[in-house]
Antibody
Framework: EVQLVESGGGLVQPGGSLRLSCAAS????????IHWVRQAPGKGLVWVSR????????LYADSVKGRSTISRDNAKNTVYLEMNSLTADDTAVYYCARDFMGSIPDWGQGTLVTVSS | DVVMTQSPLSLPVTLGQPASISCRSSQSLVHSDGNTYLNWFQQRPGQSPRRLIY???IRDSGVPDRFSGSGSGTDFTLKISRVEAEDVGVYYC?????????FGQGTKLEIK
């Protein structure tokens, strides 16, 4: 069974940083792209970033580009999303999700990031 | 980026009645490999999104057959033949043809 478990969310002050983690199990981790998708309170789903299975290719949404870094450790079956210069607009539940052929069949339960003073 | 536009954004439906959600993309979703990577997700209150349909019309395992997807090119539709109480939630279309993936705004289905 595919499992994706996010952690690292919490309350962060404006201008601060945090690192989210996504621990995966139940599949050959290094063979799959992994995405981060976020959802602000009461709002829709927004794609944030993705990383190829070998970590050699990454992509970011314009909203986080230049202040975020996605990475992975295939030995630990874990993907990370580091975000800097956080603002209230970054307040959201962050989901990690597994890609498969132009789709996202598997999602984690999400971790809440709140940016507030 | 490909813009996905859903309608309606709010969908009150009587139990047992059909429901239909439209999703339009700003450009064709036909990939160079010939596939069309249009997906539908359901998000029940307080839950993570759940994929219902991929590649326009293929239902995921465990998804009731009252859900169906159709369409081509830039126009797509999710239909529920007879709405049940467990169908309450928000439905999103998402294109996976072009990086970056993009979602529609979501359609909130509620029971009248």
């Amino acid at each position: 069974e595919v499992q994706l478990v996010e952690s690292g969310g919490g309350l962060v002050q404006p201008g601060g940083s945090l690192r989210l983690s996504c621990a995966a199990s139940g599949f050959t981790f290094s063979s799959y792209w992994i995405h981060w998708v976020r959802q602000a309170p009461g709002k829709g789903l927004v794609w944030v970033s993705r990383i190829r299975g070998d970590g050699g290719s990454t992509l970011y949404a314009d909203s986080v580009k230049g202040r975020s870094t996605i990475s992975r450790d295939n030995a630990k079956n874990t993907v990370y999303l580091e975000m800097n210069s956080l603002t209230a607009d970054d307040t959201a539940v962050y989901y990690c999700a597994r890609d498969f052929m132009g789709s996202i069949p598997d999602w984690g339960q999400g971790t809440l990031v709140t940016v507030s003073s | 980026d490909v813009v996905m536009t859903q309608s309606p954004l709010s969908l009150p439906v009587t139990l047992g009645q059909p429901a239909s959600i439209s999703c339009r993309s700003s450009q064709s979703l036909v990939h160079s490999d010939g596939n069309t990577y249009l997906n539908w997700f359901q998000q029940r209150p307080g839950q993570s999104p759940r994929r219902l349909i991929y590649k326009v019309s293929i239902r995921d395992s465990g998804v009731p057959d009252r859900f169906s997807g159709s369409g081509s090119g830039t126009d797509f539709t999710l239909k529920i033949s007879r709405v049940e109480a467990e169908d309450v939630g928000v439905y999103y279309c998402m294109q996976g043809t072009q990086w970056a993936y993009t979602f529609g705004q979501g359609t909130k289905l509620e029971i009248k």
